[in-house]
């Protein structure tokens, strides 16, 4: 009896948020386009973003264990430690797993740190921190190119020194909730010496071809792993996020389309609209569409500026902003989930979140107030 007790108040809030949640969007949507847009929506992520992004990770994966086997890794580890320790207390390997991401897109650190020739440089809190780590340089190469290819030539790489701004503030932050909570974790390799020793063995038995195709297809082989991973927390999360963001059709009608939506959190963003003036220079709320998307897919807010431009609302500190917080959060809020289920970390989901989000507010403070200066010149 006691033990339904307990469980009857969980019950209760849940049914209460969910028909709360749900009741909203079927009021405004009608239930028929709301479940419609739903799947709609998480079939397209599936189709378009999650299959993307296992691609990414098979080729970043081949690439990282190729990189891991021949030795690159330990070079970096030398030439990078002293840059690398100050700023972000990482080991200098993880320097690859920001260019694999800057390159490409977050889940590709988690296929190089699931190599234990790699992991072996890290410490357990070090290791997870990663995850915030690599997220704050995802689509980093596409989002610059993506703004220069607006007409803006300095102002994507002050957005680039925020985001690097934000990563250190994200790591860190994620670093100390990660000690406070298992402070056995500051000491505690992520990987044991005998596992790296034995691999190391095993590998250099073999002819210098076959260890070639083995990194490759091995690599490529783990970062199917991650894809499939990936998959609930990119449907599931982008998928609300959206709902919350974008509007209903071009006629002003709901259709049941994919990537329709209420447009609350834009509307929460017009009614706090001085905050955002004042920390990241926004002169229109609805410039707080694009840091909101980019919580679920960087991809998809990166396509809202075309239209912001057109409206006359896009100028060069946005720019600025827009990169910074596009690279910092990329997503983030979709995929931390998967990445840190990926290492075998899920219960610290929430700390990383946290973290990455103070990290990206950080980057978008730091790129407006540089273009700023940048403007005085």
């Not at 075998?344 to 990206?360: F, M, P, Q």
Request: glycine share 10%.
């Amino acid at each position: 009896m006691k033990r339904i007790k307990k469980f009857i108040p969980s019950g209760i809030v849940c049914l209460v948020v969910f028909f709360l949640l749900f009741g909203y969007l079927a009021s405004q949507m009608g239930t028929a386009n709301m479940l419609n847009t739903i799947m709609r929506t998480a079939h397209d992520l599936l189709l378009n973003t999650v299959f993307y992004l296992m691609a990414i990770c098979v080729i970043t994966g081949a690439i990282g264990r190729v990189f891991v086997e021949f030795g690159v890794v330990s070079l970096l580890e030398k030439l990078l430690r002293p840059l690398m320790k100050p700023l972000f207390n990482l080991p200098g390997v993880a320097s690859l797993g920001a260019v694999l991401t800057f390159l490409s897109d977050n889940p590709a650190i988690i296929s190089l740190a699931q190599d234990k020739r790699f992991s072996a440089y890290f410490k357990k809190f070090q290791y997870i921190s990663l995850t915030n780590f690599g997220t704050a340089f995802g689509m980093g190469l596409l989002v610059i190119v993506f703004m220069v290819g607006q007409g803006y030539f300095v102002e994507p790489f002050i957005g680039l020194f925020g985001a690097v701004c934000g990563c250190i503030v994200s790591t860190r932050i994620m670093q100390y909730f990660v000690v406070k909570a298992y402070p056995q974790y500051k000491h505690e390799d992520a990987c044991r010496a005998d596992e790296v020793e034995e691999i190391e063995a095993q590998e250099n038995e073999k002819p210098l071809f076959q260890r070639i195709l083995d990194s490759l297809l091995d690599g490529g082989r783990t970062g199917v792993d991650v894809g499939f991973a990936i998959i609930p927390g990119v449907l599931i999360i982008s998928t609300l996020v959206m709902l919350f963001t974008f509007g209903p059709s071009a006629s002003g009608e709901f259709s049941g389309a994919a990537y329709e939506g209420v447009q609350l959190l834009p509307w929460i963003g017009g009614k706090l609209s001085f905050i955002f003036d004042f920390l990241f220079g926004f002169h229109d709320p609805h410039l707080i569409a694009f840091p909101i998307t980019a919580l679920g897919a960087v991809g998809a807010a990166l396509g809202l500026i075309p239209n912001f431009a057109a409206a006359g609302w896009i100028d060069g500190n946005a720019i600025a902003v827009f990169t910074a917080i596009g690279m910092c959060w990329s997503g983030y809020l979709s995929t931390h989930t998967a990445m840190l289920d990926a290492i075998g970390y899920r219960e610290l989901t929430s700390k990383a979140i946290v973290a990455h989000t103070i990290g990206g507010i950080v980057a978008a403070i730091v790129a407006h107030w540089v273009t700023l200066l940048y403007g005085l010149i």
